[in-house]
């Protein structure tokens, strides 16, 4: 099987991810443009050498597609870019030319563009530093009064320029998402996905969604779906390509069951939905009894911790009554990391047939990236193409970022900004002793391990292994 992916930038966990999962699969083959010519933190892909790449494509299977990255040169210049609609529109129509006699399966994403709710300027425009808070209120409560009917008193104190600059870039790339909506409607794409990053309950992007959304059903484009989350939505729709054939039955197991109807951070529907969406996304049906493959969810009790916050959850359970045969977890007790006292738990117990584990980010994240990795192992398997070693090489990664990196290490690498990698060097220490552990409990021994921060900041680590 022949796969193109465009990703979303050159995080590991859009970029890396991506190469190592499928290598599990000795019969896929991967095409994606080089590193070099995606997007970080401060630059925007290349677009050109994107649409060569693209021009070179010879008769995929399937190409998956982040259109953030076609449109704006990835998911944050889709918020900061000053492109205009006609600049943006021009873009996106030379990729349909490019693109429509290369596969008949385009699987894409975009974003609904978010609205963080903080001070920072880091993945934003300059003035979010100042006033990012209060355009987050401002639009949370005018939602949220057209929505109740009521009158909510919003004392507007953003200045005129700045709110019609955020306007404007927000009425832009809604337009450009309509317009995606329009090829759904050709049947341009096998499955378009527009994605609500970082949501609350209220909100401009919210609103945004559900006029999205009456469009979908107004015009019956079953093609197109609304789903929360944004780096797994590529993982996803991987999945969803293999899968086509492939019917795959996952029993979903929360350890907390009581509690699966409680909202994650970061996130506005419940760990159940999210688990189900997900599931759902990648292809895969749900069956409680003559399943293929048990999903876990360490799903928390009361509240999610979020571990970069410093709220931490630790499970206090002190057995788990399950065993790893034919199972996967999503371990998201806590956003950002894993919950420690589970991983050491699991540390003991046979792995003989592990489908994954992860603990990335957001819960959405967490779950879209291990059903990825469970879905093409399993299908590995069944078709007797299964690299064991690959397997392997990417559990060690998970491991050792979400719980030796995400769950131990950073916070003082966090601590001593901005002098983010000489903190990773002292800490290097720790982490090759945790990934000494990892190596025990997956029989897995790297010669070398290496450890870098692609985007100079505390979140993103890059783990290569030889």
Known sequence: MKIAVIPIDNRPICYDLIQDVLSIDKNIELFMPEIKHLGG??????????????????????????????????????????????????????????????TKKILAFSSIMRISNNNINEEEKTYWAQWGKRIFDWSYHLHKSEIEKSFNCVINKIPEDILEDYLETRKRNFEIN??????????????????????????????????????????????????????????????????????????????????????????????????????????????????????????????????????VVNTNKNEFGFNLDNCFIADVNNANGSDCEFVEQLFKKNNENFYGYCAYNTSANTIGCVLFCAIVKFLAVKNNSYNENAFKKIQFIRFLDDWGYQAITRKFVRENKPYYDKALIQKKHELDSNAEKISKFLNFYPQKIEYSLPWKRSFEIRIKIF
Do not use: H
């Not at 925007?44 to 076609?70: A, G, H, M, P, R």
């Open 41 to 102: 933190l401060c630059n925007q892909s290349d677009i050109n050498n994107i649409f060569k790449f693209l021009e070179n494509l010879k008769d995929v299977d399937f190409l998956i597609v982040s259109l953030d990255t076609i449109a704006y040169g990835g998911l944050i210049p889709s918020r900061r870019i000053e492109d205009d609609f006609e600049i943006i529109k021009e873009r996106i129509e030379k990729f349909k030319n490019i693109v429509k006699n290369k």
């Open 178 to 311: 309509k317009i995606y909506l329009e090829w759904a409607k050709e049947g341009f794409f096998d499955t378009l996905i527009f994605s609500k990053d970082d949501c609350a309950k209220f909100g401009l992007n919210v609103k945004e969604a559900n006029e999205l959304n009456d469009l979908i059903k107004k015009n019956n484009i079953k093609q197109a779906f609304i789903k929360t989350g944004a780096d797994e939505i590529p993982l996803g729709l991987i999945s969803r390509a293999l899968t086509k054939n492939n019917i795959i039955k996952i029993n979903p197991v929360f350890l907390e069951k009581n509690s699966a109807n409680l909202i994650s951070k970061y996130e506005d529907i419940s760990i159940y939905d999210c688990t189900i969406a997900q599931i759902k996304l990648a292809g895969c049906n749900i069956d409680n009894e003559k399943y293929n493959l048990k999903m876990i969810i360490n799903n928390f009790k009361y509240e999610q911790g979020d571990l970069v916050l410093g709220d």
